[in-house]
Nanobody
């Protein structure tokens, strides 16, 4: 069974940067398309960015030009580099397979202060 562990969140001022990591175990990471999601307080979980098993990427409009998704298949790890952070980026960030889902991890909290 696929297990997902997110890390790298924290408190940062607006305009700052963070790099999130997603460690994947329990299966062959390289065969999966992957994605980052986020859930802000009182809101539904939403898709942020996707990356195919071959490395093609896609982003939702509100993070384009600011966030970069990447993966290292040798390390079974996916990343999300987040630059120019805004207070509205405050959320718990999760990784998962895409478009199918494995059991969700605990997520990592990102808080952006104004």
């Amino acid at each position: 069974q696929v297990q997902l562990v997110e890390s790298g969140g924290g408190l940062v001022q607006a305009g700052g940067s963070l790099r999130l990591s997603c460690a994947v175990s329990g299966s062959i990471f390289s065969i999966y398309h992957m994605a980052w999601y986020r859930q802000a307080p009182g809101k539904q979980r939403e898709l942020v960015a996707t990356i195919t098993r071959d490395g093609s990427t896609d982003y939702v409009d509100f993070v384009k030009g600011r966030f970069t998704i990447s993966r290292d298949n040798a390390k079974n790890t996916m990343y999300l580099q987040m630059n120019s952070l805004k207070p509205e980026d405050t959320a718990v960030y999760y990784c998962n397979l895409y478009p199918l889902f494995a059991p969700w991890g605990q997520g990592t909290q990102v808080t952006v202060s104004s």
